[in-house]
């Protein structure tokens, strides 16, 4: 029997509180499949497995706090038999949910998104069938909350909005932010390093390339930022890492992606294996998770994996962006515009689209010169576009 | 397409690609992106839109030249006429 626990959410997130299991005993499992949803700070986050087998047990009730880390489910796995190793239960709960478990929910497929609710009042709307549209909102602004949802499925009752929590919204991401940037301006000793990058030849790239593509497919200058990221972090792995009792590198490069809240707050998502991934893969995952990321829908993973952290806000219009490391990374990259600047190379005076890149990194992991290194790594390859 | 359906697609993308803005409320002069948030990938999701729902191919060196509705609307119109 493998033991589920209910993984980390990021720095910022000690528990959530179950909404929904998606799987019942004696489902089948591979690994990335969601099997529950928590309601979080940060919306309703889709939990993933990483195990292969079958559901044996689940142990927490519908509307239950989940603090991380606790015992969520067993899972048999493939080719073992659920029974000699009966596991010892602590003080964990026991009852199934049998009753109340259900069956797999499809994900959703009409653009509910456009209407004014909270994600918990979404998906049970979606659930019972309701037409989310039609309701009249009791929350700020007209939004629809859970319990219009609830009035308008006609008594089925058994659902308790008193113990229910209220749904993320613009007070409890601005929390989640202010936890995670407490903790790190506290603990991490920042170092910051900046340096100017002429983009001439990145965007001529970029402009030659999106001719030849669809409308549709046609890429952002933040995906060459992106790439040239997990590339030079190739190059500088000590960058890619947590500081947890000491340096701990990670093999793969998830990129924490940024994304404003237009309500206000970020959620910074993260872009998974990226120094593998193409331009054009690197422009899809942003399709996909931006949205999701705006509408707070995240999986698990997404928020517990990133192991460096990219914030673009050149479109603000700023120039150079001093940022705070989210932990337990030790890195932070930040981008400001794209701006026209005179510059002087080989005795000439010429006008360039300069961007300025900075690290903001963690001095008990690394160095100014780790740091050198990776910006000059970075210039290189948004120099070179075509090695991207 | 009179303009004023085109501009009621036009506030309908808008609306779909950023629902917590009021497009209804946007002048004709006014910038879409600036007014409204719009940061570029919702703006490419909005051009991506317009190009669906008009079948118009938009290039990306139009982009500047359409930042407002006095400029968006004219332009989506002569091009579906092509």
Redesign the interface.
Known sequence: MIEFRMPSLGADMESGFLREWRVKPGDPIKRGDIIAEVETQKGIIEIEVFDEGTIGELLIKIDEKVPVGALMAYIIANGTSPEPSKPKLIDEKKETEQGRTRDRIPAPRI?I????ASPLAKRIALEKGIDITKLKGSGPNGAITRQDVEKASTGEGEMTAEKAKPAASAASIRLAVAAAMSKSNREIPHYYLSTKIDMSRALGWL?DA??QRS??D?L???VLLLKAVAKALVTVPDLNAWWQDGLQRKTEIHIGFVV?L??GGIIVPAIHDAANKTLDDLMKS??DI?PRARALRLRSSELADSTITVTNLG?EGVETVFGVIYPPQVALVGFGGIQEQPWAEKGMLDVRPVLTATLAADHRATDGSTGTQFLTALKNFLQNPEQL | MTEEEIKRVLIKLL??I????EPEGLKPEDNIRQVL?I???DY??F??GC?EEFHI?????DYGKIASFKELIPYVSIRMKK
């Open positions: 653009p998104h456009t209407v004014k402009t999106n001719k409308v549709k046609r952002l200058p933040v404003a237009r309500t942003l399709t931006i479109e | 609306k779909r950023a629902p917590d803005t948030g940061d570029s990938f490419l999701q051009i991506v190009d191919q938009t290039p990306e060196e």
